[in-house]
């Protein structure tokens, strides 16, 4: 009985990864769609979240709090609901 329960564990926070993974291509893909449709040629700055979101770019807000990294145009996630080695590997 308990190894199927650790097995579990370990299957949710590999699926909970995952999704923080693919939260931030969507985002980051957003965030160039934005700079295309504004006609933003500059290197910076990227979008946040909220305004992706308000401006259509993204259904709804991602769990997770985001920031543009705004010298490379990627985004990096902290806090709830993700662990610190999940933020870690999402952030990668």
Same mark, same amino acid.
């Given at each position: 009985?308990g %190894?199927? &329960? !650790?097995g !579990?564990?370990q299957?949710?926070s590999?699926a909970? =990864?995952? +999704?923080?993974? #693919?939260d931030r291509e =969507? &985002?980051?893909l957003?965030?160039e *769609?934005? /700079? +295309?449709?504004?006609?933003?040629?500059s *290197?910076?700055p990227?979008?946040? +979240?909220a305004?992706l979101? @308000?401006g259509?770019y993204?259904?709804?807000t $991602? /769990?997770? #709090?985001?920031t $543009? =990294?705004? %010298?490379?145009? @990627?985004? +990096?996630v902290?806090?709830a609901p993700?662990?610190a *080695?999940?933020? @870690?590997?999402?952030?990668?």
């Amino acid at each position: 009985g308990g %190894a199927a &329960i !650790i097995g !579990i564990g370990q299957l949710r926070s590999g699926a909970s =990864t995952q +999704v923080c993974k #693919t939260d931030r291509e =969507t &985002i980051e893909l957003a965030a160039e *769609a934005e /700079k +295309v449709a504004t006609d933003d040629t500059s *290197a910076t700055p990227y979008e946040t +979240v909220a305004n992706l979101v @308000t401006g259509g770019y993204l259904k709804k807000t $991602p /769990k997770g #709090t985001w920031t $543009p =990294t705004q %010298a490379t145009g @990627t985004y +990096v996630v902290s806090g709830a609901p993700y662990t610190a *080695a999940q933020i @870690t590997a999402c952030n990668a």
